[in-house]
């Protein structure tokens, strides 16, 4: 281990002064007393992007004879929403980690609620659909940041796992709440009731977050700067990647109209990547991919979601088409799914951090591939209490088991500066996975159902092309599996809850500057920090001593974890120097 050689001050930032909540205004006050609720208002606001979804699962059809679609416009009622919400992720997670997490995701829903309300309005194709694209973008500034905003909040182990797993319970919520919601509502009063319930939500949730969610700025004692070009290369580079999976499935990928687009994605991501490599400022710093959990996480999440939204698509084709379920039925036969989820997910994060991950998500995969092998039997003649009842039990044990572990080995590694970015990346694979296990199951289906076209509607013919899209279901969750043994490290279970020293909370640092795999190596108790009283965050009389061999130096005092420190040209934030130091047999003291 090469110590330390420079230790570079980047600039003066302000103390955070200790609060007496007897100086603050009722407003603050009022504000103080809410921020519990931010795990809850970011979660919401997960469960209605989603929910936004997947409720065209069910309404696209009643929404396509009223507004009089075309059959090939159809896709774009789910696609415009998705081409949008994945391919400004990236973007969307830097600007959070640049400008501030709160104002993003306050600005994204904001605009995601403005254009639910504009959906509900829209009387042509054309007008719902761009402003499904138009809500996507308001889905796309919500998700990274509110990750983001968590494990910020939430020092790792066992508070971040349990935050996590209720970000994930309420969030898987939200596909199966999608469908029920879009079959009750467009049975009675109508689709339009889907998007104004959107934004209805979306006003509530954006006045509860002015008071949840604590101020915070973006990247401290630096002047922000875009990366235009990495920005533009990135979002033009995974739009047609996700336009090329979707579409191929109606017109071909071999087609002049799908595989021109599959070229341009791959020259504009081949462009991206060299922009990143040479730019000082770039939109997804290449740093993050370093961290084997975190890369062996994103392909697993990929994996795991395609897994999921091949057994959505094919489960809801099976229940209306092959049992001769309704729209309403069909819909409540998921509401087990739901229910499930919103209790196993509470009881994982109690459970998660005594656990080992990686044997978890094993055996989550699993549960989703025992899920989708027992609904490819189901026939015409089935009971919804035998094979299907149990299979969408299996399937949310398996999402739980596999989502939640990744979230956080995803999240682990990362520092705040790169939260956001790592969200949106978590989350580009979640928006790539869905439409890349789709067309490859409906490949599959479709192949096998032509080979049958002259059989009817809910018999063989579409039981057959079912079943062995189920089956391909199957191998995508072992790949999985494989995956996770060869190349997921092993995660060992939290032994105790991470807590920052008081010292530390009265002086106003946040919980996340103790957050650090190895901190356990890291003693800073009450006597290992020295203040005076009334300026406790600048610790103007304390002082950083480092020794090493032959060598003492001493710094000028700095706010805790505001100093950039330099090794071998490479910048290193507080946690990761004070590792750096400790394991170079050097003591640290404040």
């Known amino acids: 281990m090469t110590p330390i050689d420079t230790i570079v001050d980047k600039g003066p930032v302000a103390p955070v002064e200790p609060v007496d909540p007897a100086t603050l205004s009722k407003f603050q006050q009022l504000c103080l007393r809410c921020q519990p609720l931010m795990l809850y208002v970011v979660s919401l606001a997960q469960f209605l992007d989603i929910v936004n979804g997947a ?83 308001g889905a796309a500034a919500q998700i990274p940041t509110a990750l983001a905003l968590i494990a910020i909040k939430y020092p790792a182990g066992i508070e971040r796992t349990r935050a996590l797993s209720v970000f994930s319970a309420i969030g898987a919520m939200g596909a199966v709440t999608g469908l029920l919601l879009s079959g009750a509502l467009t049975s009675t009063i109508g689709w339009q009731w889907i998007f104004f319930i959107s934004a209805i939500m979306s006003v509530i949730l954006f006045i509860l977050g002015v008071f949840a969610i604590p101020q915070a700025n973006g990247l401290h004692g630096e002047n922000p700067k875009i990366d235009f070009g990495g920005s533009f290369t990135a979002t033009g580079g995974i739009v047609c990647v996700i336009y090329y999976i979707s579409a191929g499935v109606e017109t071909g990928w071999a087609s002049v109209q799908t595989l021109p687009v599959l070229f341009v994605g791959l020259v504009l991501l081949a462009i991206f990547i060299f922009i990143e490599k040479k730019i000082s400022y770039p939109i997804m710093p290449f740093h993050v991919w370093k961290h084997r959990a975190f890369s062996t996480s994103f392909g697993l ?30 819909s409540l036969s998921y509401l087990v799914h739901g229910l499930t989820a919103m209790v196993f997910y509470s009881i994982l994060g109690k459970i998660l951090p005594r656990l080992p991950l990686k044997p978890i998500i094993a055996i989550g995969f699993i549960f989703l591939a025992v899920s989708s092998l027992m609904f490819a039997f189901v026939t015409e003649n089935s009971s919804y209490w035998v094979l299907p009842f149990i299979s969408l039990i299996c399937n949310v044990l398996g999402l739980g088991m596999v989502m939640l572990p990744a979230q956080i080995t995803a999240l682990r590694d990362a520092s705040d500066d790169d939260q ?58 072992v790949l999985g599996f494989i995956l996770t043994l060869i190349f997921l ?17 009265e002086a106003g640092v946040p919980s996340t500057m103790m957050d650090n795999k190895d901190k356990d190596s890291m003693t800073m108790d009450k006597e290992s920090v020295t203040t005076d009283v009334g300026v406790p965050t600048g610790f103007e009389n304390s002082k950083a001593e480092y020794e090493e061999p032959g060598k003492t130096e001493y710094v000028e005092p700095q706010p805790f974890g505001k100093m950039e420190y330099e090794q071998d040209g490479q910048e290193l934030n507080t946690p990761q120097m004070a590792e750096e130091i400790i394991k170079a047999g050097a003591k640290v003291q404040y």
């Open 420 to 477: 956001g970015v790592v969200g949106a990346i978590y989350n580009v694979g979640l928006q790539i996975g869905a439409p890349f296990g789709l067309a490859i199951l409906t490949v599959i289906s479709g192949k096998l159902n032509g080979d049958h076209s002259g059989e009817r509607v809910g018999g063989p013919t579409n039981m057959h092309g079912y079943k062995y899209a189920l089956l391909g279901d199957v191998g995508l969750a």
């Open 489 to 505: 490290p092993s995660v060992k279970p939290t032994k105790a809850e991470n807590k920052v020293p008081a010292s530390l909370e």
């Open 55 to 137: 409720s065209m699962t069910v309404a696209m059809l009643p929404i396509a004879k009223e507004l009089e679609f075309e059959t090939q416009q159809q896709q774009w009622l789910i696609s415009s929403y998705a081409l949008s919400f994945g391919g400004l992720l990236l973007i969307a997670g830097r600007m959070g980690d640049l400008f501030g997490h709160r104002r993003v995701f306050l600005g994204g829903l904001f605009w995601f609620g403005t254009f639910s309300l504009v959906n509900g309005f829209s009387k042509t194709p054309i007008m719902l659909c761009i402003s499904r694209a138009l809500q996507g973008v």
């Open 301 to 330: 999440i990929f994996i795991m979601q395609a897994v999921f939204q091949g057994y959505l698509y094919f489960t809801t084709l099976t229940f209306q088409e092959v049992l001769g379920y309704s729209i309403m039925r069909t």
